[in-house]
């Protein structure tokens, strides 16, 4: 099994060209690859730039398999999701401050007496 590597960081893409053997007799043993299988050689064989990191496959749903001669080559395409770069936040401004108003002054609290609850004075 022949495989390549191809890095697409405009596109944030990762091709995988897998090219198997064909199987020329009965005694040969027949290869089937899914995209399991791919990730796998990604994992083992392949290191992502460090600016990105892998993503999921686009098409999952396809194996390659040696005995017939239109499943010998596939291109997997992996998305390649770029990292975020960490960068110097300033605080969130209060919602005054993000409007232009100016800051409301608080003034002082004065004490309420309690109310009572007035009843009927029976004769």
């Not at 022949?2 to 007799?25: A, E, G, H, T, W």
Request: proline share 5%; hydrophobic share 30%; aromatic share 6%.
């Amino acid at each position: 099994m022949n495989f390549k590597f191809i890095d697409d960081l405009k596109n944030n893409q990762l091709k995988v060209v897998v090219k198997l053997p064909k199987r020329k007799l009965i005694k040969d043993t027949t290869i089937i690859v899914g995209w399991r299988e791919v990730e796998k050689i990604i994992q083992d064989n392949y290191k992502c730039p460090s600016t990105h990191t892998l993503g999921k496959c686009h098409d999952r749903s396809f194996k390659m398999n040696n005995n017939n001669d239109k499943l010998l080559e596939k291109t997997y395409v992996f998305d390649l999701l770029p990292k975020k770069t960490a960068t110097a936040s300033q605080p969130p401004k209060s919602t005054n401050e993000a409007s232009g108003l100016d800051p409301v002054k608080k003034t002082s609290v004065h004490k309420t007496t309690k109310k009572t609850k007035r009843t009927a004075v029976k004769k």
